[in-house]
């Protein structure tokens, strides 16, 4: 059997773990049915083990292979087949996807047990493997945007799985349909670069994307760019990104799992994949970079003025992915795939420290009013600090060394992408700064009432369940989240996930350490062999080297800083806010983005619809067209009382006159 | 054994005729098997179909020969797939109001009910199997009449206004086409020096004055606009949805729409190419609002058939934008998206009853809510046919949609770019609609029960369908290309030059290598590998 035979058996495997326990969500004993699930997940974690040992088999320049299994849409010019392409990078993905899914998996068959809508979580949850799994495998444009859609379907199914809950129905309409406005760039792209090459297919698109397009063409330039729309969308880039902190309705594994390890990630493979479209339209590769350089800025500085735990950690997100998206954009493609590995490790484990910690408060995530859980729950403590440091970028952890890579290799490219790596820097400061804000407000401090309960072995409950958002009053059945809660340190699934993912997030740096290892670049090779990029963006060992020690002294700087801010002198933070006020507003407001898609689009959009419905078609079509018309039968409605009868007579009568009356005339004239 | 269409097209109504002889508790599943079996020898057509044969299964009498009409019904890849799907929802509609009756009254005269239905059946099946002009029109007009008892006896409590104002609607369209087509069999045989003859095929090759084709395809356009409906000719519909039956909804929305449409690529595109191509950006122009008004219109609206209705607006905006498109691409995703809003809707009308039930008999969004609380099967069968009616990818729509949108990207760009809002639109209405009917706080007078067996008999075949060619879009499309492109023939071949090159300014340098959009791909040039055990 070869890769792409165990690569459609990892793709089919959660597919079919999505249907069985949907089908079953009655007939599965207890909680067996997690179980089911996560097996499945694990099953296609170890095919995409064998496929990997058998692209390695296979000789470099034959590691891209395609498989069809029947013609899609093959029809009127289209060459679309349901086919995946099978290379160093879409396995990459699939082993960060069903890896990290399956831990994730293994993570809410604890973390969801009291809740009412297992079944139907863990079959929402394979399906969204699967769509995630078709994203990356898929072979031409068409399988491309149907996997990019499923998975914006899945994420809207898993913010709003409480759907009872109306911020939550909320948040999933707005995810939804900012996706679809990615859907929608991302069909447009196609059919920009479909009109240039006449295929759907991927490789065969790439082959004849140079003769098909001069450099920078306009066409190619706004197929790129729509691409890119794509994207953005679905990385939560700016301008479309409001739609990822209001996510974290959903449940944390969900946050953990979608909105920080996978999904949110597409938008960089993308760019990834697409590369040799990029490196045929630079001047898209350059709006991609700044667009990410913006992104991280403009996140990074909206996490340090927030107070909702999990929302801290989604802007981390959206600044985390900037990088990576400055780094494909600008040809940096290793780069940019080991950070979004590395940053799959230690955010989906940030993500479950926070679910732990938001048990533990009865599912509050307010940090006003948390502190003081470093001693009521050390492992989470443990595995936050872990994963606070891959994130602030420390050594030897994780993220330093992905991060120290998009840098060092971004700057190669000189010109305005220096001043991009300048932001990048500046904000791997602010980085450490709010992750270390989170770590000592939380877990610091004077233990709460919570931490402190919990410290005596017994577990926070609400007297009332609540949506912490609005503060209704909810109970505990289907849409609603279930009566218990489950902290790391009580629930072994919970653990042993945490566990493997913070080993993961120490040492997963080490596949890339620049003069050392280079595991990643050699894997990814064949990908990228036919990169202009690839081979010129090579900076020196010793640049890597400085680069190294100032981002290790940024971070620690950045660590220091906020040590003194929150828990030397606790003061401070008020100081400089009463300072920076408008920073601070602008910071806090989010940028004002919510507010200004606002105005622009949607309170326009409804006024639109509002004119119509109560202006338009009640003057003109209701008024005029119509009035007019039934005008004419009011006149003559005393002849036409009974229906059945009377008009229908009328109708025919006037039928069969007129096509007398017409045939004759035509019969006479001829 | 050969498929003889004249079995196919009176069926139904033999069997409605039959039943009525029946006693009153026999008479619905008298009829229903009489749909069953229409279904069942529709499936035998389909499997009988050869894609390559052209027109098939060929009727032709001489009916009225002093006049040139002739009784001549035939099979291509225009219509068997919606002859599949009238005959699908056909027997979806029959047993629906056999098990649950028709709506809120008790089921009376249910001789007359059944009947009537089965009328329509005929009728549908006759304009869409029609080969002969004035056989087309008759039938199309006998649509009318059992959908206009069905509505006026049986409908909601403003039938007689909603019917009136239907049939007038429909009246000036009708009798404008009846003069059209009339002069298109006069003018075609006169100048052609021929006998007078209403024979499309007959007629496409004679063919029809410049200057008259310019006045007839308006009429036809006009008669075929109302009956999708398109904006600004929609007027009749908000109240005729509001007022009819809900099983009769489904089959005037799922099918009788779609007769229009494929009156336009079965008659207009093939008979008056220059006209077609001179309205060209009119009828773009008439699509694009349709998709945005309808749009605006289903996401401001509260009441739910008017959101599938004016959804229904959009959709049918979509459609005429791809036939219009005027190529291969569009009319292939026009066609299929025809047939897919068919299946759509349909069980999307038939969820509203069943949702409608729960909430108190309401058909307001305000008044319903929360009814997936206890109902998951319910639940996540309607999830599917609502991502599906917003055309998510994955869904036989999104085929439709991608095809549509990329034959009017290649022709007039703007025009796909502006119509990709209401890609979006769709998300937010249908999403919109789903989440106030099943998620959310339950609403004081809803109450979320699962829905029943005899439910399912009706909605799960549906899906399935719909699942079905989610995964294998190219059994329909493989059979119905080589009619498109012999529909979009005779206009393609007055658009010239080549459309790539046809985009002055906007692609600046954009010399796209000849031949790179294969426009016209001749019949049996593209590939057609069918996995075992799914082809013919």
Redesign the interface.
């Known amino acids: 059997m070869s890769a792409t035979t165990f690569a459609w058996l990892a793709l089919a495997l959660p597919l079919l773990g999505c249907v069985v326990s949907?089908l079953g969500?009655r007939a599965w004993p207890g909680r067996s049915v997690g179980w089911v699930a996560t097996g499945a997940l694990l099953a296609s974690f170890a095919c995409s083990v064998v496929t990997l040992f058998e692209l390695l088999g296979e000789p470099a320049e034959e590691r891209q292979l395609v498989s069809s299994?029947?013609?899609?849409?093959?029809?009127?010019?289209?060459d679309a087949e349901l086919s995946i392409l099978v290379d160093p990078l879409s396995v990459l993905m699939l082993l960060v996807v069903t890896g990290v899914s399956s831990l994730i998996h293994l993570y809410s068959i604890s973390y969801m047990t009291s809740d009412r809508g297992y079944a139907?979580f863990f079959s929402y949850l394979n399906f969204f493997v699967f769509s995630m799994l078709l994203l990356v495998l898929a072979g031409n444009f068409?399988v491309l945007?149907?996997g990019?859609?499923?998975v914006g379907?899945a994420s809207?199914l898993l913010i709003?799985f409480w759907?009872?809950?109306?911020t939550a129905?909320e948040a999933?309409?707005k995810a939804?349909?900012m996706n679809?406005?990615g859907?929608?760039g991302l069909?447009?792209g196609t059919?920009f670069i479909?009109?240039?090459?006449?295929t759907l297919d991927l490789l065969g698109t790439f082959e004849q994307v140079d003769?098909?397009f001069?450099e920078n063409?306009?066409?190619l330039v706004a197929g790129t760019v729509l691409l890119l729309v794509g994207a953005f969308a679905k990385s939560a880039q700016v301008p479309l990104h409001t739609w990822l902190p209001d996510a974290m309705e959903g449940p944390t594994p969900v946050s953990a799992l979608i909105h920080a390890a996978t999904m949110v990630t597409a938008g960089v493979y993308l760019i990834a994949r697409m590369h040799p479209l990029y490196e045929q339209a630079p001047a898209a590769g350059i709006v991609g970079a700044i667009i990410g350089c913006a992104t991280l800025l403009i996140a990074a500085t909206t996490a340090l003025a927030q107070t909702d735990l999990k929302r801290v950690i989604a802007y981390s997100t959206m600044s985390q992915i900037g990088y990576m998206v400055m780094a494909v954009s600008a040809g940096a493609y290793v780069a940019g795939m080991f950070h979004l590995m590395t940053h799959a490790f230690f955010k989906a484990l940030l993500f479950m420290a926070a679910g732990s910690v938001i048990a533990a408060m009865a599912n509050m995530q307010d940090m006003d009013r948390m502190g003081g859980f470093r001693r009521a729950m050390p492992f989470t403590f443990g595995c936050f600090v872990v994963g606070g440091l891959a994130l602030a970028g420390v050594p030897p952890f994780s993220g330093f060394f992905s991060k120290d890579e998009i840098l060092a290799y971004t700057a190669e490219r000189g010109g305005i992408f220096v001043v991009l790596v300048a932001i990048g820097y500046v904000v791997a400061f602010i980085t450490a700064v709010y992750t270390f804000r989170v770590i000592f407000r939380t877990f610091l401090g004077e233990p709460v009432a919570e931490a402190r309960e919990l410290e005596q072995g017994h577990l926070h409950h609400a007297d009332q369940p609540t949506n912490p958002a609005t503060g209704e009053v909810e109970d505990t059945?289907?849409?609603f989240p279930g009566p218990d809660h489950h902290v790391a340190e009580r629930a072994f699934p919970m653990k042993v996930a945490m566990g493997v993912l913070a080993v993961l997030a120490v040492v997963g740096g080490l596949v890339q350490i620049p003069g050392v290892t280079h595991l990643l670049d050699d894997f990814l090779e064949p990908t990228f062999a036919d990169s202009e990029f690839y081979e010129a963006l090579d900076p020196s060992p010793a640049s890597e080297y400085i680069g190294l020690a100032v981002g290790a002294i940024v971070a620690l700087a950045g660590i220091a800083t906020a040590w003194l801010v929150w828990v030397r002198r606790p003061g401070t933070a008020d100081a400089v806010r009463a300072r920076l006020r408008p920073a601070y507003a602008l910071f806090a407001n989010r940028w004002w983005f919510d507010e200004l898609i606002g105005a622009l689009v949607v309170r326009p959009?409804?006024w639109?619809?509002?004119f119509?419905?109560n202006i338009f078609?009640r003057l003109?079509?209701?008024g005029t067209?119509?009035g007019g018309?039934?005008g004419?039968?009011r006149a003559s409605s005393a002849a036409?009382r009974a229906?059945?009868s009377g008009?229908?007579r009328f109708?025919v009568a006037?039928?069969l006159a007129?096509?007398v009356g017409?045939?004759l005339w035509?019969?006479l004239s001829? | 054994m050969s498929v003889s269409l004249s079995v196919l097209l009176w069926l139904p109504l033999a069997f409605g005729l039959v039943a009525l002889v029946f006693p009153v508790r026999a008479v619905g599943k008298v009829s229903l098997l009489g749909a069953v079996l229409t279904l069942a020898y529709a499936i035998f057509a389909l499997a009988q179909f050869d894609t390559g044969a052209g027109l098939q299964f060929v009727t032709d009498e001489a009916w009225i020969a002093d006049?040139g009409i002739s009784y001549k019904l035939g099979i291509d890849g225009l219509n068997l797939f919606l002859v599949l799907l009238t005959a699908l929802l056909w027997v979806a509609s029959t047993l629906w109001i056999e098990l649950r009756g028709i709506g809120a009254h008790p089921l009376v005269r249910r001789r007359e009910l059944f009947f009537w239905l089965a009328l329509g059946e005929t009728a549908v099946l006759g304009a869409l199997l029609a080969q002969d002009l004035a056989l087309f029109v008759l039938f199309f007009?006998l649509m009318l009449?059992p959908f206009?008892?069905l509505t006026?006896?049986w409908g909601g409590e403003q039938?007689?206004?909603a019917?009136?104002?239907m049939?007038?609607?429909t009246?000036?369209g009708?009798?404008l086409m009846?003069?059209a087509v009339?002069?298109t069999g006069?003018l075609a045989s006169?100048q052609g020096g021929q006998p007078l003859t209403f024979d499309l095929v007959a007629l496409a090759q004679l063919g029809v004055s410049e200057d008259a084709q310019t006045w007839i395809f308006l009429f036809f356009a006009a008669a075929f606009l109302v009956k999708m409906p398109a904006f600004?000719?929609?007027?009749?519909m908000?109240d005729a949805y509001q007022n009819m039956p809900l099983p009769v909804l489904a089959l005037f929305s799922g099918v009788l729409s779609k007769v229009a449409a494929y009156g336009f690529l079965r008659i207009v595109l093939p008979l008056f190419p220059e006209a077609s191509e001179r309205f060209q950006e009119l009828v773009l122009v008439v699509a694009l609002a349709s998709i945005l008004?309808g749009s605006?219109?289903a996401?401001?609206?509260t009441r739910v058939r008017l959101i599938l209705g004016y959804s229904s607006v959009a959709q049918l905006g979509f459609i005429t934008l791809g036939i219009f498109a005027l190529?291969?691409?569009g009319a292939?995703g026009a066609l299929f998206q025809a047939f897919n809003h068919g299946l759509v809707v349909a069980p999307a009308f038939f969820f509203v009853a069943l949702l409608a039930a729960r909430a108190g008999g309401s058909e307001d969004l305000r008044d319903m809510g929360?009814l997936?609380?206890?109902a998951?099967v319910l639940a996540?069968l309607f999830l599917i046919v609502a991502?599906a009616t917003l055309a998510?990818?994955?869904s036989p729509n999104?085929?439709g949609e991608?095809?549509i949108?990329?034959g009017v990207?290649?022709e007039k760009i703007v025009f796909?770019?502006v119509a990709?809002a209401g890609?979006?639109?769709a998300?937010?209405y249908m999403?919109?609609a789903f989440?106030r009917m099943?998620?959310?706080?339950?609403a004081p007078e809803a109450s979320s029960l699962e829905m029943r067996r005899r439910d399912g008999l009706v909605l799960v075949p549906l899906v399935a369908v719909l699942l079905f060619l989610a995964v294998?879009?190219?059994f329909a499309?493989?059979r119905s290309?080589p009619a498109?492109?012999a529909a979009v023939g005779p206009v393609r071949a007055i658009i010239a030059p080549p459309p790539?090159l046809e985009l002055p300014g906007?692609?600046?340098?954009?010399q796209?290598?000849p031949g790179?959009?294969?426009?016209q791909?001749p019949p049996g040039a593209?590939?057609?590998?069918?996995?075992p055990g799914?082809g013919p």
Not at chain 2, 438 to 442: C, I, K, L, P, V
Not at chain 2, 526 to 531: A, C, G, S, Y
């Open positions: 949907a969500y299994l029947w013609n899609y849409a093959a029809t009127t010019g289209l139907r068409l945007i149907i990019w859609a499923f379907a809207y709003s759907y009872r809950r109306r129905t999933g309409i939804f349909v679809v406005v859907d929608v069909v447009l059919f479909f009109q240039g090459t006449g003769g098909a001069t063409q306009a066409g059945d289907v849409g959009a409804r639109l619809g509002i119509a419905q078609e003109f079509v209701n067209l119509v018309s039934t004419v039968v036409v229906v059945q008009f229908l109708y006037f039928f007129g096509m017409v045939v035509f019969l001829a | 006049l007009d009449v206009f008892f006026g006896i039938r007689v206004a019917t009136t104002k049939v007038i609607y009246l000036v009708s009798l009846l003069s009339v002069a006069v006169v600004p000719l929609h007027g009749w908000p008004y605006v219109m996401f401001t609206t190529n291969g691409q292939q929360g997936a609380f206890r998951p996540a991502l998510m990818p994955g999104f085929v991608f095809l949108l990329l990207f290649q796909a770019i990709s890609v979006v639109l998300a937010v999403l919109r989440i099943m998620h959310e706080r339950t294998y879009p190219q499309l493989r290309e498109v492109l790539a906007f692609l600046p340098g954009g796209v290598p790179a959009v294969p426009q791909v593209v590939p057609q590998q069918v996995p799914v």
